[in-house]
């Protein structure tokens, strides 16, 4: 699985209509607010052109892309943090998620609804990321009250998680999202298992009425909104998404010669939000893609195969994409002097084709 994505936002601005567009599916989507109760889940596979580059010079069997799932959570509306609209139900269908992204309606239309019965990207930014940080706050309070009721009040580990949680505390009663505070790689580590939803990375998409929207003054807000946060904006239209996905091959690719398909930009920017990137496993029988944390080194990249790979760790035999391809393959590449035999301390690039050595 390569990661897991919320796709939340106000009711009634899209939310549906672009999950169906990204997951391939054909969900009810209605004009009135909470068309979603259950949330939707799609699995769809990752499009990376390499794989049938792999696939072409070695003709195998079998292709493995890597997947990413999407979670079309039902629409959260002022209060969900203390249970307004189902809210409490709704903000934990966010905690399993590894990103979010932010649908916000970006266009005028009096035919559709609007839940505040007005659209304004501002004031529907911040009502979604007030309920997270409400919700965040609640969830920090009590842990630290937790905490502080241990009987080894002296535990280093204890201390330093309240310190942690007190930096938090005082974010949040400042009305600021979590992912504008800054900590470190350990901090994190340490408040990680408490699933905060304003620390999660996340992505805007902008539901735009065309998708020539360069005179969006919506959607300039928008950005604006991103820009402040370091997020990122994906404009797109929708219906427009949806429409291709339901036509054939021959029109869909007129589209795409033209414009990227929302699947790809997603996926990418979900990528980089993560510090995700992909390694291949390749071989006549099969070539696999397998999603990785950028920095992570040899041994814990064999274990995303399996534990033993981990476990047993002899070496890596790496060949990077481009001399891969290049030379034609595994045996080109060897006789190019291109195959390295890599250790532990490797950190695995993006692209790398590896062969784990392992014994147990």
């Not at 970006?106 to 609007?114: A, G, P, T, V």
């Not at 919700?135 to 310190?163: F, H, P, S, Y």
């Not at 990227?260 to 893609?289: M, Q, W």
Request: with cysteine; aromatic share 8%; net charge positive.
């Amino acid at each position: 699985m390569g990661f897991k994505c919320g796709i939340v936002g106000l009711p009634n601005v899209g939310k549906s209509t672009i999950f169906n567009a990204l997951a391939g599916q054909n969900i009810k989507v209605a004009n009135f607010p909470f068309c979603t109760i259950k949330p939707n889940i799609g699995v769809v596979s990752v499009p990376d052109l390499r794989l049938y580059q792999l696939v072409k010079i070695l003709n195998s069997k079998k292709l493995v892309p890597t997947t990413m799932e999407f979670v079309d959570i039902a629409g959260l509306v002022k209060g969900a943090s203390k249970g307004e609209g189902l809210g409490n139900l709704f903000l934990n269908n966010i905690k399993t998620s590894d990103a979010i992204c932010h649908v916000v309606r970006c266009f005028k239309d009096e035919k559709i609804i609007h839940v505040t019965g007005k659209v304004d990207p501002k004031t529907d930014v911040n009502i979604i990321n007030s309920e997270l940080i409400l919700a965040d706050l609640v969830m920090c309070e009590n842990t630290i009250k937790r905490l502080r009721k241990k009987t080894d009040i002296n535990d280093q580990n204890i201390n330093k998680e309240l310190g942690i949680l007190e930096k938090c505390l005082f974010h949040l009663l400042d009305s600021q999202l979590l992912r504008t505070l800054y900590l470190t790689i350990e901090e994190k580590n340490l408040i990680n298992y408490l699933n905060f939803l304003s620390i999660k990375p996340t992505m805007y998409i902008a539901n735009v009425k065309t998708q020539n929207s360069q005179n969006n003054s919506l959607l300039g807000q928008l950005y604006e909104i991103a820009n402040k946060e370091n997020s990122v904006v994906i404009p797109l239209c929708a219906l427009t998404e949806y429409d291709l996905i339901k036509q054939d091959i021959k029109n869909r690719n007129k589209f795409i010669f033209n414009e990227e398909l929302c699947l790809n930009r997603v996926i990418r920017a979900g990528y980089s939000l993560l510090k995700l990137h992909t390694y291949f496993t390749a071989s006549i029988k099969e070539v696999h893609a397998w999603t990785i944390p950028v920095g992570t080194n040899a041994p814990q990249a064999a274990g995303k195969i399996h534990s033993d790979f981990q476990k047993g760790f002899i070496c890596a035999q790496t060949i990077a994409f481009h001399d891969y391809i290049l030379h034609k393959g595994e045996q080109g590449a060897k006789l190019a002097g291109k195959m390295r035999s890599e250790g532990k301390n490797y950190i695995i690039q993006d692209g790398d084709i590896v062969k784990f050595l392992f014994n147990i």
